[in-house]
C-alpha cells in the first residue's frame, strides 16, 4: 500500500467548488480523503504544503512533442518531464508529426512511449485527415476506440468545407472534440500580425479575418444541420474571433458545443515585439495588438474562452536562427506558462487563483473527457499539484527540460511555481526536499502503474464524454 499526505495548504478544487485549508490523503494512485486530520499515521510519507495552493494536477490539452520524425527538438519523454516541471500533470499532444498521428498504431506509440518516460500522463490526439493534408478522412473510429482524446489537424485548417462537413458529422459520433486550427490558407501564410507594422518591416502580413473565417464557417456548418459536434477553437488570437464565439455561446449552442483556448503568449504580446525581427517571437496564430489582448482578457472573464493552453512548440536554435520569414513558427510553453497565465489574469485581477485553475483543471479535463482528471474527487487519480504563490523566480530557458530552448520569456521576472507534482502518487517533482518526509521521489523513467492491452500503458479515457458538471 502506496501513501502519501500533502498537509497544511489551500486547496483548491474547481470542480467540487472547494476552496480551504486542508490535508490530502492519496493512497495507491487514487484521492482516498480530502480533510482535515488530526495527525498524519506513523511510517506514512508526508509532503507540507503550508503556504502552498494544493490543485488538481495542471491540464494542458495543445502541445507539440514532435515524436516519431523531429525527435531532434522534443520526445515524448523529454515534454513529458517538461510538462511535470512547469507542473503539469496531463498533456494532449497534437498529430503534426512525422508521420501524422493519423491511425492507430500511432495512437498507441505515442502511450507507449509516455508509459517508458514515466513522467507527465500524454495523450494523444488524431489527425481530422490522412496526413493533415484535408482531403480525406483518417481513421477516425480506430484512433477513437484506440485512446485518441480528440482530433485536429493541428499547425493547419481543414480548410474544404465539404471535409470539414463530413469530420463533424463524423466525429460528432465518436463524442471526441474536433480542435481547429483557425487559418483560411489563402488570407493566411503571412509570418506576423497584418497592419502597418509589417509594411514598414516588409514582411508579409496575416490579417485577423483568416482566423475569423475559419470560425464562422464551422459555426454554421454545425448549425445548419443540427450536428450538434463538440467543436474547440485553438489558441485564439483575435478581438473578433472572441466575439464570434461569444455570439456561438451565448445565443447559437450551448455551451457545452463550442469552446475556445487562448495561450500565454497570446495574452502578453503584441505585435511590437517582431519590430526587431527577433524569431522567438515569430508564432502561429501571430501576435497581434494590445485591442486584440483587451478582447480576449474580457472573454476569459465573461467565461467565453473556458480554457487555458500553452501550444508548446519547440524548434531547435538553428531554425530559429534563420531569418524571420524562414524560421519556423512556435515557442516553448510548459515550463512558464503557470506564472505567466498569473501574470497576465491573476495579478490585474481579471480573474482569481480558483477560475484560474479551473481553466488548468477540470475544463480541459472535461473537453477530453479524461476520467479521473482535473479534480480531487474521492476516487479520481492521485494527480496532484503544489503551488507556490509567492515564489519569484526568474525565466532561464538553459534550466528547462525541454530539448529545445526556443523562449521569448527568457530573463522575465515572474512570481508563481509549481514546487511539487504528483502524477498517479508519485512525486514526480520536489523543488523542497524538506517538504517531504518519508518517501524518496520516484526515479525519471519508471512506468506508471497502469495496463492496457497487456502493456503497461496510461489507461485512455472512454470513448464517451462523460456527464458536465458544469
Known amino acids: 500500500m502506496s501513501t502519501l499526505i500533502i498537509t497544511g495548504g489551500r486547496v483548491i478544487d474547481p470542480a467540487n467548488q472547494l476552496d480551504r485549508v486542508a490535508d490530502v490523503v492519496l493512497e495507491d494512485g487514487k484521492v482516498r480523503q480530502v480533510g482535515k486530520l488530526s495527525k498524519p499515521p506513523a511510517g506514512v510519507a508526508v509532503l507540507d504544503a503550508s503556504g502552498c495552493i494544493v490543485s488538481p494536477g495542471l491540464i494542458d490539452i495543445h502541445v507539440h512533442f514532435r515524436e516519431p520524425g523531429q525527435e531532434e527538438k522534443e520526445t515524448i519523454a523529454t515534454g513529458a518531464a517538461a510538462a511535470v516541471n512547469g507542473g503539469f500533470t496531463s498533456v494532449c499532444c497534437m498529430p503534426n508529426t512525422n508521420p501524422a498521428i493519423d491511425d492507430d498504431s500511432r495512437i498507441e506509440f505515442v502511450y ?3 508509459a517508458r518516460a514515466g513522467m507527465a500522463n500524454v495523450f494523444p490526439v488524431g489527425a481530422i485527415t490522412k496526413g493533415r493534408h484535408g482531403k480525406e478522412l483518417a481513421e477516425i473510429a480506430l484512433m477513437s476506440a484506440s485512446g485518441a482524446v480528440g482530433f485536429s489537424d493541428d499547425g493547419v485548417a481543414v480548410a474544404s468545407a465539404s471535409v470539414m462537413n463530413k469530420a463533424l458529422s463524423y466525429i460528432a459520433m465518436t463524442g471526441k472534440v474536433i480542435m481547429q486550427h483557425c487559418e483560411d490558407p489563402e488570407l493566411g501564410g503571412g509570418v506576423m500580425n497584418a497592419g502597418a507594422l509589417a509594411t514598414r518591416l516588409g514582411l508579409a502580413g496575416w490579417p485577423r479575418v483568416a482566423e475569423e473565417l475559419i470560425i464562422q464557417r464551422d459555426i454554421l456548418l454545425n448549425l445548419s444541420q443540427n450536428i450538434g459536434a463538440r467543436y474547440h477553437v485553438q489558441h485564439l ?4 474571433s472572441v466575439e464570434l464565439i461569444r455570439r456561438a455561446r451565448t445565443e447559437l449552442f450551448g455551451q457545452a458545443h463550442i469552446t475556445a483556448e487562448a495561450s ?4 502578453l504580446l503584441t505585435e511590437d515585439s517582431c519590430a526587431t525581427y527577433d524569431t522567438m517571437f515569430k508564432m502561429n496564430p501571430p501576435l497581434r495588438t494590445k485591442r486584440d489582448i483587451e478582447a480576449l482578457l474580457k472573454g476569459i472573464q465573461d467565461g467565453v474562452i473556458t480554457i487555458l493552453a500553452t501550444d508548446h512548440a519547440p524548434h531547435t536554435q538553428e531554425e530559429k536562427e534563420l531569418e524571420f520569414a524562414a524560421a519556423p513558427f512556435g515557442i516553448l510553453g510548459l515550463e512558464c506558462a503557470l ?3 498569473a501574470r497576465a489574469l491573476v495579478e490585474p485581477g481579471v480573474i482569481d ?4 485553475l479551473a481553466m488548468m483543471t477540470v475544463n480541459p479535463a472535461r473537453l477530453c473527457t479524461l476520467a479521473g482528471k482535473g479534480d480531487l474527487s474521492v476516487g479520481s487519480d492521485a494527480d496532484v499539484t503544489i503551488i507556490d504563490p509567492r515564489e519569484a523566480w526568474t525565466v532561464r530557458a538553459a534550466d528547462f527540460k ?3 530552448r526556443n523562449c521569448p520569456f527568457e530573463g522575465w521576472n515572474v512570481t508563481g511555481r509549481a514546487v511539487a507534482t504528483i502524477v498517479g502518487g508519485d512525486v514526480k517533482l520536489c523543488r523542497d526536499t524538506a517538504r517531504l518526509r518519508g518517501r524518496e521521489r520516484r526515479a525519471p523513467g519508471r512506468a506508471l502503474a ?6 503497461s500503458l496510461p489507461k485512455p ?3 464517451r464524454p462523460t456527464s458536465r458538471k458544469r
Open 112 to 114: 507507449h512511449q509516455a
Open 237 to 240: 488570437s483575435s478581438a473578433g
Open 264 to 267: 500565454p503568449h497570446h495574452l
Open 339 to 341: 506564472p505567466l497565465y
Open 353 to 356: 487563483w480558483p477560475a484560474m
Open 402 to 404: 525541454s530539448k529545445s
Open 450 to 455: 497502469s495496463s492496457r492491452r497487456g502493456r
Open 461 to 463: 479515457p472512454p470513448d
